[in-house]
């Protein structure tokens, strides 16, 4: 909220990076910011992502044309999925699979745990060194939906820690 708050793009970074800092006593070192539809464009690039659905998710807001049906349990996610999943945190009143909207849900705690835990099973699998065959389809969606402030030669380090094993999901964590 404070990067739309303050008018988004490079005035929006900078006033997220004063209020992370004010968060966590110090500010981060790079950003890389996401276009709500790459998430999905980029499961869908790498075949889909094995994921743990950790609640059956039933819910319709028609005013946002948004419809979210899940069914719980580990199974491979689409894009399409992905960006339901990443997006729920409260079942409709109606749904008989309890975290009803009246009874709080999950909330955006609870949302935002779904979204990190998603955010791991994504990197490990886009890390899989079969998806080297999907790297032009990777690197496009990279290009048309993330903005980063990481140089051409960081983006290469990281991607060199990737290739050689130096980097996994266990490096990743989240505040």
């Given at each position: ?38 998430v999905g464009a980029i499961v869908d690039a790498i075949g889909g ?12 807001d028609p005013l946002q044309d948004l419809h979210i049906y899940q ?55 886009v890390l899989r060194p079969e998806n080297i065959l999907n790297i ?40």
């Amino acid at each position: 909220s404070v990067y739309n708050a303050s008018g988004g793009g490079e005035k929006g970074i900078q006033a997220l990076y004063q209020e992370i800092a004010q968060l966590v006593g110090f500010a981060p070192d790079f950003q890389v910011v996401i276009e709500w539809e790459g998430v999905g464009a980029i499961v869908d690039a790498i075949g889909g992502v094995w994921f743990d659905v950790p609640y059956f998710m039933e819910y319709d807001d028609p005013l946002q044309d948004l419809h979210i049906y899940q069914p719980d349990g580990y199974r491979l996610l689409s894009g399409e999925d992905a960006m339901q999943v990443i997006r729920w945190r409260e079942n409709n009143n109606s749904s008989t699979h309890g975290y009803r909207r009246a009874d709080g849900g999950i909330g955006d705690s609870g949302r935002m745990k779904i979204q990190q835990d998603f955010l791991k099973a994504l990197i490990q699998q886009v890390l899989r060194p079969e998806n080297i065959l999907n790297i032009r389809e990777i690197l496009s969606v990279f290009r048309e939906n993330v903005e980063t402030d990481l140089s051409l030669r960081n983006l290469a380090w990281f991607a060199r820690q990737a290739v050689d094993g130096g980097f996994s999901t266990e490096d990743v964590e989240f505040f």
